[in-house]
């Protein structure tokens, strides 16, 4: 059974890090493209950040550039996603999200073909 499970949300303030990961299991990671979403309150889900299967290319949305960073580790078979200098309007769910083909762009949720429960992040001073 395909499973992805989120970890490492919390209340932090802002400036903090915090570092998410996203654990697979009934397949391997490294046949599939990840990226994460966040979801706030009243807004639509958003992909932040991704990481290609092939080429080890990432792309970052433009909010979260230079402060998140993604990353495999493939031993535990988990892609993680690191955030740091952390703000108010961080504050989301936020999961993971498999894709095994190529269709629609990488922060487009169509593209996904299996998703985490989600992990809450709350910034708040």
């Known amino acids: 059974q395909v499973q992805l499970v989120e970890s490492g949300g919390g209340l932090v303030q802002p400036g903090d890090s915090l570092r998410l990961s996203c654990e697979a299991s009934?397949?391997?990671?490294?046949?599939?493209?990840i990226a994460w979403f966040r979801q706030a309150p009243g807004k639509e889900r958003e992909g932040i950040a991704y990481?290609?299967?092939?080429?080890?290319?990432?792309f970052y949305e433009d909010s979260v550039k230079g402060r998140f960073t993604i990353s495999r580790e493939q031993a535990k078979n988990t892609v993680y996603l690191q955030l740091n200098s952390l703000k108010p309007e961080d504050t989301a769910v936020y999961s993971c999200?498999?894709?095994?083909?190529?269709?629609?762009?990488?922060?487009?949720?169509?593209?996904?073909?299996?998703w985490g429960q989600g992990t809450q992040v709350t910034v708040s001073s």
């Open positions: 999200g498999a894709a095994l083909t190529g269709r629609y762009t990488w922060y487009d949720p169509r593209r996904y073909d299996y």
């Open positions: 009934g397949f391997t990671l490294d046949s599939a493209n």
């Open positions: 990481s290609s299967k092939t080429d080890g290319i990432t």
